[in-house]
């Protein structure tokens, strides 16, 4: 299978911006194994870049949820609440976290006292 | 008792550099892990050659840059690493710390001690890899680099700046020139002046690298030296790093004015582990399956030893890289380049070392490009005459191999060449100053051994440099000042040695 296939099927394994079942199913029985550990691990890089998952340690108001939406229109955008976190919000956009949240800091700074 | 002032003034100077924007990171998954080398997805902001942590605190390098994911070499345990795992950025390029606690160290291209000390942590963080000096900055070389072996000092001088390759098959004294040189900085300077020196072990015997420090131990060298090893039990990526933490290392030195010797033991691993690495990165592979960089590889690393000028504290890296040949053929793809690169080199030949003419340097293929113009007045105003009487003794032998009978001038001529080239013979560790090679070289150029049997030269030549110490100190001053030999300095010679002679007996 070339890149380029591949890049167009995991392309047409989203709909409106989730995860397409139905189609990926289908993908899915016509591929060999090789191929079908590609497409696995194409499809979740692709899913890593298409989602922002939103992590603070109070649960969100409607609000601020549609404020995030809106910010991230293009992503699948996802919550969850840890009580660790002590303070602030942390946000997974793809390969970039942007840590705003108490313990985050705490970690730094107990990193850079240890170096 | 430190003052309490003090410590809250120097707490108050780390918290003004105390970098606390830093909110976010770029993060990655492991995808494959493949004999020290890792494939991870993600890390879309990764710089090429930054580091990178894994989760369970191993750390890697970042080498190869694709659409889809970046490969990282690790620089410690692989084996703790799984598919899936996290891996992030740190925005820092590969740095070793370095201070005037690391001399006398042993330790490994990661700044880990080797020799069983405590980690020089306080220091200046050198990156590995930096962009050598400019022309702007550069001066030629103008200052000797002695090595105190008399074949190396005369006909093939080294100066300070210059890149000397020591190039020729296992086990004819490669390394043994390289701590000769070390060893003989111990008379040249002191105090400040003093040329500090770095040995790089790339690949080599565990057994051979203590060897070597035990010698530099014994010697007291190694209070000027930082021994660098990655041995061959090490992984390729450690090996592969070696050099550039050897010449950062020296760069940190020559950048406070100093000058550095470098010896790189040996490239020819070296170049070995960057294929290894290469291999498993999935790079094309060319010529011996060497990849496609191979030259920029130790192109970058050599023009790294510079001779900088006043305007930028006038320090230098003289670097000493080692290549080891098969069989003498020195036009393998390796050697080749490295020739290409270096101002010149040393080869050491088999057949001399055979004959027991050691160290075993062909003096007709070895060449300094630019040394020349560094080596002392003194010392060109003897080693000219003696070039050109070995070069026409190496033209008479190959003729004389045929022929029977020779005219005298011949003899004389042949004669005079086998004396040279018997002065020439030095043992190991036995690095000398450079009064004693010009008395040495003055002796037999001179005439003064001719009457002597050639095997019987070395000993002439030691009682007259004993009898010279003992009742001639003027003269040692006068070659020692490095100043050109002119007719008071030779009469003065003349005198000694007849005196000497007088009471000379083969």
Known sequence: MTKKLLDEIVEISFKENALDEKMIMDIASKLKRRELKAYVRRLRNELSKRSVMIISPRSFSENAKNLFHQTFSDKIVTFETDPSYLLGVKIINGDMVYDQTLKGEFDHITQRMRE | MVDRKQVLEQLEKRLAGFETDKKYTNVGSVEKNNDGVIQASGLSQAMMGEMVEFENGTEGVVLNLSEDYVSIILLGSGTQIREGDTVKTSGKLLSITVSEDLLGRVINPLGIPLDGKAMVKKGTSMP??????????????????????????????????????????????????????????????????????????????????????????????????????????????????????????????????????????????????????????????????????????????????????????????TALPIIETQANDISAYIPTNVISITDGQIFLESDLFNAGIRPAINVGVSVSRVGTAAQTGAMKSVAGKMKLELAQFRELAAFAQFGSELDPETQKQLDRGQRITEIFKQPQYQPMVESDEILDIMAVTGGYGDDIPADRIQDFIKEFREYVHRKDKKLIDKLTSGEKVNEDTQKMFEKTMKEFKKGYKV
């Not at chain 2, 011996?288 to 050599?302: K, M, N, Q, V």
Request: proline share 3%; with cysteine.
């Open chain 2, 128 to 317: 590995l890899e930096k962009i050598a000096a400019g022309v702007v900055e550069r001066q030629p070389v103008d200052t000797p680099m002695k090595t105190g072996i008399k074949a190396i000092d005369a006909m093939i001088p080294i100066g300070r700046g210059q890149r000397e390759l020591i190039i020729g098959d296992r086990g004819l004294g490669k390394t043994a020139v390289a701590v000769d040189t070390i060893l003989s900085q111990k008379h040249v300077n002191k105090g400040d002046k003093q040329v500090l020196c770095v040995y790089v072990a790339i690949g080599q015997k565990q057994s051979s690298v203590a060897q070597i420090i035990g010698k530099l131990k014994e010697a007291g060298a190694l209070d000027y030296t930082i021994v660098v090893s990655a041995g061959s039990s090490e992984s390729a990526s450690l090996q592969y790093l070696a050099p550039y933490a050897g010449v950062s290392i020296a760069e940190y030195f020559m950048e406070k004015g100093r000058d550095v010797l470098i010896v790189y033991d040996d490239l020819t691993k070296h170049a070995w582990a960057y294929r290894q690495l290469s291999l498993i990165l999935g790079r094309p592979a060319g010529r011996e399956a060497y990849p496609g960089d191979i030259f920029y590889l130790h192109s970058r690393l050599l023009e790294r030893a510079v001779r900088l000028n006043k305007n930028n504290g006038g320090g230098s890296i």
